[in-house]
């Protein structure tokens, strides 16, 4: 069973960067594909990006392309989201998930989530 927590959340300036972890127990870690979600208030839970358990690949959406970058560290069992040039909009809660593909059906585990609040 995989259980992941969040971290690095916070409030940045706009046009700042932060990094969010993951970091996950579970002796096939390396199986799944992780993926990042976010959710503002009022809105549905929307895909951000996934990197694959097994070739690596990465896929993001296209919101957010150019500016975040998504790795995973199987050693340390750790998933991250390096985000840049921040903006407002980015202003959502970001959940953590572990299963295949990339929408949320397809999620078997999922962390409790961190706030990311980027000010104008």
């Known amino acids: 069973q995989v259980q992941l927590v969040e971290s690095g959340g916070g409030l940045v300036q706009a046009g700042g960067s932060l990094r969010l972890s993951c970091a996950a127990s579970?002796?096939?870690?390396?199986?799944?594909?992780m993926d990042w979600f976010r959710q503002a208030p009022g809105k549905e839970r929307d895909f951000v990006a996934a990197?694959?358990?097994?070739?690596?690949?990465?896929y993001y959406a296209d919101s957010v392309k150019g500016r975040f970058t998504i790795s995973r560290d199987n050693a340390k069992n750790t998933v991250y989201l390096q985000m840049n040039s921040l903006k407002p909009e980015d202003t959502a809660i970001y959940y953590c998930?572990?299963?295949?593909?990339?929408?949320?059906?397809?999620?078997?585990?999922w962390g409790q989530g961190t706030q990311v609040t980027v000010s104008s």
């Open positions: 998930a572990a299963g295949w593909g990339q929408t949320v059906r397809g999620m078997i585990f």
């Open positions: 579970g002796r096939t870690f390396s199986t799944y594909t």
């Open positions: 990197i694959s358990g097994s070739v690596g690949s990465t």
